[in-house]
């Protein structure tokens, strides 16, 4: 099964790719968590991707569509993937029809997590993430369940994005509006795109997206 979950910043594919990755079994793809560890290499590649990254504005399409079509060639990624984050722009989004047609894959389902603009900026500005796997957190509302301990990895450090400050938030909104979701109709023409209500709790959106996968398939 590949799906690929959509949404603005804030809206929870993180948090909710990380649940479907364990109940499903198929991998969770996230280019943002993928440059970030671009970023930490401290290449010049890094460097650049970095400030795009800070500022809040897109990382360009051909480097971003090359480290995809590279990751979603690897074994592990042949069970099914979950994107997250991917693609962002129409030519993005073109370019995956192509990678999966010529994979002889398909795309099951597009799954559009909406949030109002008060709730993303709230979860946006009480968020912090395990330095170690990028596991998101909430100061309110989703605190680890050991206090200072990642549940997915163990770490015990933890950061603030610098793309959360209020004017990196600011320029990401544009952004996706203006890059992102233009890419929308052509899912919607096609029949494969389904909306949840991203405001619920994250249980809560967790079974939303669930009623839509559908029950997990025997091995
Ligand atoms: P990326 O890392 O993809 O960031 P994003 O799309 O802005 O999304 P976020 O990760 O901020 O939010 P999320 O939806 O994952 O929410 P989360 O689950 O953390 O991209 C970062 C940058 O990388 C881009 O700006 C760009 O520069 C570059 N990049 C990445 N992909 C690219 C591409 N394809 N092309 C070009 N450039 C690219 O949840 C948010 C908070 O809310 C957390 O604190 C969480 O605990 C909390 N929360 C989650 N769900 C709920 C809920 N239901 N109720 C209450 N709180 C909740
Ligand atoms: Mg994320
Ligand atoms: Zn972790």
């Not at 970095?50 to 979603?72: C, F, H, N, W, Y």
């Not at 979860?123 to 998101?136: D, E, H, K, P, V």
Request: aromatic residues 6%; proline residues 5%; hydrophobic residues 40%.
């Amino acid at each position: 099964m590949n799906v690929i979950l959509l949404g603005p910043p804030g809206s929870g594919k993180g948090t909710q790719a990380k649940r479907l990755e364990e109940r499903y079994g198929i991998r969770h793809l996230a280019t943002g968590d993928m440059f970030r560890a671009v970023t930490a290499s401290g290449s010049e590649l890094g460097l650049r991707v970095k400030s795009i990254m800070d500022s809040g504005q897109l990382v360009p399409d051909d480097i971003t569509i090359e480290m995809l079509a590279a990751r979603i060639g690897e074994p592990d990624c042949r069970g099914g993937f979950i994107l997250d984050g991917f693609p962002r722009t129409v030519p993005q989004a073109e370019a995956l029809d192509a990678m999966l047609a010529q994979r002889h894959l398909g795309l099951n389902h597009v799954i559009l997590i909406e949030v109002d603009d008060a709730a993303l900026i709230d979860r946006l500005s009480g968020r912090f993430t395990c330095a170690r796997c990028g596991a998101s957190y909430h100061e309110r509302y989703n605190r680890p369940r050991f206090e200072g301990v990642c549940d997915v990895c163990g770490s015990r450090e933890f950061i603030h994005r610098l793309d959360d400050r209020p004017e990196a938030v600011a320029a990401r909104f544009q952004v996706y509006r203006r890059q992102t979701e233009p890419i929308l109709p052509s899912y919607r023409e096609r029949g494969i795109l389904r909306v949840v209500d991203g405001m619920a709790g994250i249980d809560e959106v967790t079974q939303q997206i669930e009623m839509i996968l559908g029950p997990v398939s025997p091995a």
